[in-house]
């Protein structure tokens, strides 16, 4: 009888688990890469796949990529919770209204590096709104690795983590006039003045360098890591990755799917 009990308990014990777990649903997330571009944006591309992918593992979220600029489409679009631009950004003006229809209804978007790049030759008033403003400035060269601070640590983003680390390397770009100065945007790790002047070849000497921000009125977060395959690796840094992946699903005005019902 007591091992009937135990095994009537333990299967009942299951199937709980199974119920809770079952609560959670499985987000998606659609990441945009190009094979066309710089060959350490590329090897940053294949290392974040690889990193994102490594994270689904056990049957976890959708993470579907693409290196076809033209599947970011009303269609293709409505199911993914998060549109991720590892190494690019829309081109055409179809793909530019779609990412800005996408954004405005409450879509989600984790932009690295060069994803942010703008410059006069953009012409694209609403992305340098929705990035804060900034223009591309000047950037350090070659990559190298960078002490950043956390202007904010009670954020989900960054919350637990140090309040300064040393960054691997990267090339860290920077903006003019700086993000940090719209009132809508939220800077919440920026590169050390310790580091100037920063680059051997070219050099960035001075200044406000914003490393990490979100436009408030998005659901969006942008890190200026993303050089290359360096990125991955730093146990702070893949923390804060994750962290800003999580933070950017779990604010998808369907829910929080990391919560129980
Ligand atoms: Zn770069």
Redesign the pocket.
Known sequence: MKINRLLFLSVLMLCLSVAVNAQFPRFKVLAFYSNRV?K??VDFAKAAVFFFKDLTKGNGFVFDTTSNMADLNDEKLKDYSLVMMLNDFPHSPAQREAFQKYMENGGGWFGF??AAYNDKNTKWPWLLDFLGGGVFYRNNWPPMPAKVTFDDLNHPVTKGLPETFISPIN?WYQWKPSPREKKNIKVLVSLSPDNYPLGLKDIIPDGDLPVVWTNTDYRMIYVNMG?DENVFGDATQDKLIIAALRWVVATDKKGNVFEKK
Do not use: G, P, R, S
């Open positions: 710089e350490d944006h590096h060069v090339e050089h």
